[in-house]
């Protein structure tokens, strides 16, 4: 932890006025978007993000300084997604609103992002999580495995497995999509509140 | 054996890298320069990584900043041991977040004069609420006449059953709210819904001048309304439920005391799940009676809007109005009702409604120009979309008064919420082809002089209501 973050934490934990606008500031968007990545599409991973800040908020007294800000978000972000994955009762479909607009390709961009989405939602959670946290969120193994609540060893081991089924399926896309309608992503189960 | 035992852990230690910040060691750099397989492996791997460092770089929409002030003023008004503690905090971190004007567009300004009303609103407990609760009641037996006007927001039983049942293709008309008006007078009563003039007198109705045989009660919306001002069964027979006082709040000018009600969660029918009632009250602090009410469920993770009732008192009301048989559809509102609740439920005059579109025309083009601009960049013109739209919700905002402009924020938040839930992008664009045909039929409707043709485009609009 740097510093600043040091001393954000204090600030969040004591209470300190505008400390929790800078929390916000600061980790907002990034756990927004690791909320897309978990579940998939832009309403459903607001809902997640606010139920996280909302979370932090309450919880801020709990808050013991032993691990970083962010690894604690990240872990309510985690406990709040498999608490609405629980709550879930439909599944629907993501939709294609939010496929990458801002690449220099949009057309193979698109045709990209679909089939590593399509392959990550066929992953097992623990693999997704593990997966996400490392090599999109840039944790180190040691932190990915703080905020899942796992050994390390566990924690690689997973994430070994998860390359290596992401490598196989990203191979035969074909097959591994055969069953999604085009331009659709698909998971096994998505939030409808 | 000993080969493949030393590329597994090979691969496994190039695996658990983080992309771009760990180099890959030494010996298994030595190890890749011999190895196919490896070698191979990492080239794949890297794709991947490359695949996922890609992803765009998604921002959370300007609202949710907002959203989440909301969130936390009613987590803390929901638990008075924290709030104590919890108000002032939150107000300076409220301060703070209206700052980041990028992460403040259409939802948040108003969001945050709900934060502001809410803030102020639950941080003075003044008087005892169910003295209050009482004078109103008793205040409303003095009542000769009502006039009231209130828009039924929530999803009609037909809808949220399907919804339930999984039917995603559901017009947007049929989760508009409903508009509805209706005169009291000495046991009498009018309620014109949409299109539908309902009419009670003598324990008989009349619905567009004919008689209704099985009807013998008064028309369910009004005397729902009427019930929660008396108190009488507030929320249904049995159903505990707390009251507060939350303080004053000046609307349309007039200071008023705001009381809520909250059920306590009471069972379904029918096996439904148990719901939880919320009712708001903005009150005379002479008379004790609501000038308005709103009516609130707890359903799907968030209190949700189910009706919203202006409230007038002991004007003059003609007995004609309740003439069962001279009484015919009226066609007010509808056309409004279907383009937009603009008029409705927000209440704006012809000049606001004429800007109102006005603003929303003008936001059209400038979007159509900068999509069709082959100069500019994706990213240009996502720029460019965005401050856009900020310059539309700015506009809008200066035009309405703050009470509007809390409806229109409850609404604009509340109705894309149900369109994501509901439909698929291609079912949202058939839905906006129908829509605008249905205007077409609409106005001709409105438009024609000949009652056989408009039977046929009343029959044209509303026999087939889906897509």
Request: proline share 5%; hydrophobic share 35%; charged share 25%.
């Amino acid at each position: 932890m740097t510093l600043d973050e040091k001393n954000l934490a204090r600030r969040f934990r004591d209470g300190e006025a505008g400390s929790f606008d800078t929390l916000y500031r600061e980790y907002g968007t990034r756990i927004f978007r690791f909320c897309l990545r978990l579940c998939g599409n832009d309403a459903c991973a607001e809902d997640l993000t606010q139920e996280v800040f909302l979370a932090a908020y309450v919880g801020a007294k709990r808050f013991e300084g032993r691990s970083s800000l962010a690894t604690w978000l990240y872990r309510i972000a985690l406990y709040q997604w498999r608490n609405m994955q629980k709550a879930c009762r439909l599944e629907t479909v993501p939709l294609d609103d939010t496929v990458a607009v801002l690449s220099s390709d949009p057309a193979q961009a698109g045709l990209e992002r679909i089939t590593l989405e399509n392959a990550l939602a066929a992953l097992p959670e623990p693999l997704r999580e593990a997966f996400l946290l490392v090599k999109s969120e840039g944790f180190l193994c040691r932190e990915a495995a703080e905020i899942l609540g796992i050994p390390e060893g566990t924690l690689k081991a997973r994430l070994y497995t998860a390359v290596l089924k992401l490598q196989s399926l990203l191979e035969a896309p074909e097959s591994a999509t055969a069953h999604q309608q085009p331009g659709r992503a698909t998971r096994p189960k998505e939030i409808l509140q | 054996m000993k080969r493949e035992r030393c590329c597994d852990q090979i691969r496994r230690q190039l695996s658990v890298r983080v992309p771009q910040t760990q180099p890959v060691e030494e010996a298994t750099r030595l190890h890749l320069e011999t190895c196919a397989g490896c070698s191979a492996f990492l080239n794949r791997l890297e794709r991947l990584e490359a695949q996922v460092i890609a992803w765009p770089n998604h921002t959370p929409s300007a609202s949710l900043a907002a959203r989440i002030s909301v969130a936390l003023v009613a987590e803390s008004a929901s638990c008075p041991a924290k709030r104590a503690g919890g108000i002032s905090r939150l107000q300076t971190s409220l301060k703070g977040l209206k700052e980041h004007r990028t992460m403040i567009k259409r939802v948040s300004w108003a969001g945050a004069a709900l934060v502001g009303v809410l803030i102020l609103t639950a941080g003075h407990q003044r008087g005892h609420a169910t003295s209050v609760l009482k004078r109103m009641g008793d205040a409303s037996q003095r009542i000769k006449t009502v006039h009231l006007i209130g828009w039924n927001c929530e999803l009609s039983p037909d809808v949220a059953e399907e919804v339930a049942n999984g039917n995603t293709g559901i017009s947007i008309t049929r989760v508009l709210p409903h508009r509805f008006e209706a005169w009291i007078k000495n046991g009498q009563w009018r309620e014109a819904q949409d299109q539908d003039v309902t009419v009670y007198t003598s324990g008989k109705t009349w619905q567009n001048g004919v008689p209704v045989p099985d009807a013998t009660q008064p028309p369910l919306l009004t005397s729902f309304a009427l019930r929660a001002i008396t108190g009488e069964n507030s929320f249904g027979p049995g159903v505990e439920f707390t009251s507060q006082i939350l303080g004053e709040e000046v609307l349309n000018g007039q200071t008023t005391t705001k009381l809520v009600l909250e059920s306590k969660k009471k069972p379904g029918v029918d096996g439904v799940d148990p719901v939880q009632e919320r009712r708001l009250f903005w009150l005379d602090p002479n008379s004790y009676l609501p000038i308005r009410m709103e009516q609130m469920r707890y359903n799907l993770d968030r209190w949700g809007l189910d009706a919203v009732v202006w409230f007038d008192y002991n004007q003059p009301v003609s007995n004609t109005l309740f003439d069962a048989a001279k009484v015919r559809m009226e066609p007010h509102g509808r056309v409004d009702y279907l383009h937009s609740p603009a008029q409705s439920l927000y209440r704006f005059t012809n000049d606001q409604y004429n800007q109102y579109t006005s603003i929303l025309s003008d936001n059209t083009r400038e979007q159509r120009q900068i999509n069709a601009d082959t100069s500019l960049t994706q990213v240009q013109k996502n720029d460019l979309l965005k401050k856009t739209a900020a310059d539309c919700n700015l506009r809008l905002r200066n035009m309405m008064t703050p009470d509007q402009q809390r409806l229109f924020a409850d609404w604009w938040y509340v109705q894309p919420k149900i369109m994501e839930k509901l439909w698929t992008p291609q079912q949202r664009k058939e839905d906006a082809k129908w829509h605008a045909e249905q205007m077409v039929l609409m106005k001709a409707w409105f438009a024609s002089q000949d009652e056989q043709t408009q039977n046929r485009l009343r029959g044209s609009i509303f026999g087939n209501p889906t897509p």
